[in-house]
T-cell receptor
Framework: GAVVSQHPSRVICKSGTSVKIECRSL??????MFWYRQFPKQSLMLMATSNEGSKATYEQGVEKDKFLINHASLTLSTLTVTSAHPEDSSFYIC??????????????FGPGTRLTVT | QKEVEQDPGPLSVPEGAIVSLNCTYS??????FMWYRQYSRKGPELLMY????GNKEDGRFTAQVDKSSKYISLFIRDSQPSDSATYLCAMSAQPGNQFYFGTGTSLTVIP
């Protein structure tokens, strides 16, 4: 299957600083990528849909000025958590959409980034 | 009401047992149903992908969809310790569009 990478895998930052997380599709081009957040023992919650060359679409309740998304190329989307606070500590997972041989879409998930804000 | 309901468990079974994992949903527009396996501190990996109602089998895994009851299941036969993980169901109305995830069921297979 297709491979999606994320960097960094884990990051610790101080409250008030910004953190950038990268999501790359390694062997396919992804016009659409998704960013999820997962708190312990909870499901994945979609934060935003990232489309190459256009503005991201944010889910209700997600602050677009706090979670900046840039999808500058067909293989890279970035999520920047600005002015991070301890409540932003979570597991952030991206996925990239690819077309299967049957013409359907599939989402391939990255390994996730664990953010800890102290 | 949540879009997708899934019993979080935890579920603990002996090696070799048949495991049944289930999700219910409320949105009748869902047509694409997925099961993901997620190991601790890792991203989800796709196990099974089904469209509309019916069964799909892949090795020891069988996915069932009953759209009339808005109920989907994943069966694992001859469960192995390596199957120990969290299993998430996901569904969408259109392929590649927004996924709605269940909370995940934590499974432990005891050797």
């Amino acid at each position: 299957g297709a491979v999606v990478s994320q960097h960094p895998s884990r990051v610790i930052c101080k409250s008030g600083t910004s953190v950038k997380i990268e999501c790359r599709s390694l062997d396919f081009q992804a016009t659409t990528m998704f960013w999820y957040r997962q708190f312990p023992k909870q499901s994945l919650m979609l934060m935003a849909t990232s489309n190459e060359g256009s503005k991201a679409t944010y889910e209700q309740g997600v602050e677009k000025d706090k979670f900046l998304i840039n999808h500058a190329s067909l293989t890279l989307s970035t999520l920047t958590v600005t002015s991070a606070h301890p409540e932003d500590s979570s597991f952030y997972i991206c996925s990239a959409r690819d077309v299967t041989g049957q013409g359907l879409y599939e989402q391939y998930f990255g390994p996730g980034t664990r953010l800890t804000v102290t | 009401q949540k879009e997708v309901e899934q019993d979080p468990g935890p579920l603990s079974v002996p090696e070799g047992a048949i495991v049944s994992l289930n999700c219910t949903y409320s949105n009748s527009a869902f047509q694409y149903f997925m099961w993901y396996r997620q190991y601790s501190r890792k991203g989800p990996e796709l196990l099974m992908y089904t469209y509309s109602s019916g069964n799909k089998e892949d090795g020891r895994f069988t996915a069932q969809v009953d759209k009339s009851s808005k109920y989907i299941s994943l069966f694992i036969r001859d469960s192995q310790p390596s199957d120990s993980a969290t299993y998430l169901c996901a569904m969408s109305a259109q392929p590649g569009n927004q996924f709605y995830f269940g909370t995940g069921t934590s499974l432990t297979v005891i050797p």
